[in-house]
Nanobody, 116 residues
Framework: QVQLVESGGGLVQAGGSLRLSCAAS????????MGWYRQAPGKQRDLVAT???????NYADSVTGRFTISRDNAKGTVYLQMNSLKPEDTAVYYC??????????WGQGTQVTVSS
């Protein structure tokens, strides 16, 4: 079992920056990929960025060049540095961890609000 706890959300003006953190506990050595997803009101949950244990990253087109995902395997922590934020980035951001057996775990979510 893996538990995920996000932190770092909040309210920021357009053009500003935020850094999200997600700390995993439990069987962290079972985790392969970690990532961030977001869900705006009335919309589906969409991928933002993922990173494998080996450091391979993948980004949604909408955040490429503005967001950076990183992780500390020893600590079981994944980060999302968000720069040049836009109002359309407003959403609840969820941390995800996928085990080597393709089991998915989710955090409780953290709200990010970008004002124009």
């Amino acid at each position: 079992q893996v538990q995920l706890v996000e932190s770092g959300g909040g309210l920021v003006q357009a053009g500003g920056s935020l850094r999200l953190s997600c700390a995993a506990s439990g069987s962290i050595n079972s985790i392969n990929a970690m990532g961030w997803y977001r869900q705006a009101p009335g919309k589906q949950r969409d991928l933002v960025a993922t990173i494998t244990r080996g450091g391979t990253t993948n980004y949604a087109d909408s955040v490429t060049g503005r967001f950076t995902i990183s992780r500390d395997n020893a600590k079981g922590t994944v980060y999302l540095q968000m720069n040049s934020l836009k109002p359309e980035d407003t959403a609840v951001y969820y941390c995800n961890a996928e085990s080597y057996l393709s089991r998915n775990y989710w955090g409780q979510g953290t709200q990010v609000t970008v004002s124009s």
